[in-house]
């Protein structure tokens, strides 16, 4: 028989996901094995459960492509043939050069591409401090988010809205392009107990899933027309007489102006543009103002579109029509990321861009593709930690292309054999949260966490941070804030004499491992100002209507939103959550589309937009509206019958606001396979 030492341990889930789980870890202390995850009942957000992804994490830190040594490239590019080398050698050849690059290019060729594969600060943010400090190009980070922080920064200035925990309060929910039951599976219980309080739930999304059937209605709409839908909301609220007068003359500026465009926006001109019915706006819109305590739950969704900001800054803005944000519950909420009002001059290495005289050259990841395959000056040398470009990035083509070049020197830090390591010079282990100590906040709630490495690396496998140092070393540079541990980092984030942070000790942190950061209960924000430069909720400029259009040669839009067994890309060689999700890839095509082009059910067909192909199972449903069809999930490339990610299909342009990515705005047409 063997012997188990089991060790439990507290830790918090680092994946890029609003719930920020607390979760207990139990470790085979023998064997250094993680044996199991469980949600951990002590957290108010967790409530004991663990999603149905998080649950198999034993599988991924310690699975068959994990990387455990340093790997240097043997075969071609793209071949993903390598041999070990030791640390020693792998950091003093990068060291060399890179060295070379920059003497020869200056520092600007070089470039970080990371997302948010951690959102621990020390692995994710601090990790560019090395970059700062040698001068290297600045990725712009768009990927996800910035079209939704410049529409909330744009109204409310501060980036936080209604608490978590007091949507049990609120009287009418609408989730609004949001899958909530996919992408932020804690909030479902705060859903259950404001359904058992008496609100109605209504879900506006292009398709119907799993949050459309837990919604009490499903409102289909088409993509990229949510502006419509909400100016016509506000236009019917305020014709029923049911706008809240105090609060917008008290709290709001440009009311006028943003009732003027809204004016146009009569029930039938909405539903032509839509798909909504002209009377679903009304009823929708008188629910929403009589209820008082309504509350918009929202999220990037409707933000992956041409008009993106600022369909979303219609829609945020219903609430300052109607004063939601004076009742319990009632409000929007988009992220509460804002709140972690952290000292965050040394993270990253953020003095040192503040110091500079100018910025250094920006490159938008969004456009990665294009900016390794026609950049000038190139980008010489490439290093990728917290993400998978080759899948997760629009133009798969040119991305896989840029990487393939052979005058681009690439080193990427990870923690499993992902489609991009194959295109590495180097690929370099990383631990997993398990093995690092780091500190996190969240997005979909209001406590801030401390982890322990609870169980010694993998192999070989080093912090992200860790590498940089070693680099930095050899490379001779001082800056000293790149030589801090996590717990030093800590410390000066939490230097801080921000109200909502005072008592917040990294010694507090460890004893209970996460702290609700002093927001009042019962806090309703934008009740006495906002953050915006006016201190009012800004309805000014008023929001532009910026449809998605689908061409005559390409007249399906393709919505490729998050699945449910998936982190974006993470988890998707996993092969229990692979079958999970069906086994491959599937199109959801609406019956009246697959008509039109001969689509049959559980075929395959090519999909095709004007950047390239890929070959897909089809799925006949209703489920999508019609005109639109649907893939869930950043699926690893293997499994698609071809070979190839959805993202061979999506494009490089950019939202309104934000510089950001449009991965649900695209164009495709299907085709029989030849
Ligand atoms: N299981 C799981 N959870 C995740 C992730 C994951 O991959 N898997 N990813 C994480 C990350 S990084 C993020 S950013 C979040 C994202 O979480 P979400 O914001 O929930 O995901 P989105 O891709 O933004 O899409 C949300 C919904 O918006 C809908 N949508 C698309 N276009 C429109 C539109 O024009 N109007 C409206 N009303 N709806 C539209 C999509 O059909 C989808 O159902 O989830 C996080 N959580
Ligand atoms: N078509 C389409 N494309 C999309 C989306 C979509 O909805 N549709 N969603 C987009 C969104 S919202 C986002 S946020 C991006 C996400 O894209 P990415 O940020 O690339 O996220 P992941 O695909 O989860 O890849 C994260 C990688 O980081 C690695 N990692 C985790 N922790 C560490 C660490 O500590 N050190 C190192 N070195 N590596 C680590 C993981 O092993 C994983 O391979 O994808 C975008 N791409
Ligand atoms: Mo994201």
New binding site residues.
Partial sequence: MVLMTVRKARVTCPL???DACSLIASIDEESNTLLKIEGDPRHPITQGFACV?TYRYPERNHHPLRPLYPLRRVGKKGEGRFERVSWGTALDEIAGRLRQVIEAHGPEAVLPYHY?GTMGLMQYEHSLTFFRALGASELQTTI??TAGREAWVRSYGDRYGVDPEDVPQARFILL?????L???THLTPFLKKARQNGARIVH????E?LTSRFADEHIK?R????AALAYGMARAIVKAGLHDVDYITRMTTGFEAFMQVAEEWTPQRVEAVTGVAAETVERLALEFAQARASLIRT????T??PGGASALRVVILLPAITGAWQYPGGGALLTTSGAFALNRRYLGGAHLLAARPTPPRQVNMTQIGSALTALEPPIRALFVFNSNPAVVAPRSDLVQKGLQREDLFTVVLEQALTETTRYADYVLPATTFLEHPDLYTAYGHYYLSWNEAVMPPQGEARPNTWVFAELGRRLGLDEPTLYWDAETLARSLLDTDHPWLKGITLERLKAEGFLRLNIPRGFQPFTERAGTPSGKVQFDPPPQVIL?EPTPEFPLIL?T????H???STYGHIERLVQGEGGEPTLLVHPEDARAFGAVDGAWMRVRSQHGSVVRRVRVSEAPIRGTV?LEG?WWEKPAPDGKGINWLTGEHLTDMGEGSTF?SNPVRLEALD
Avoid: E, Q
């Fill in positions: 890029d996901c609003p992804k948010a996800c988010a609004w392009g949001i899958n909530s996919h992408t932020h506006i999304d292009p398709y899933n709409i993509p990229g027309s949510d999220s990037y969704g409707l992956r579109h998605t919505l939103p998050p699945a449910k998936f982190l974006n649907v950043t649900h």
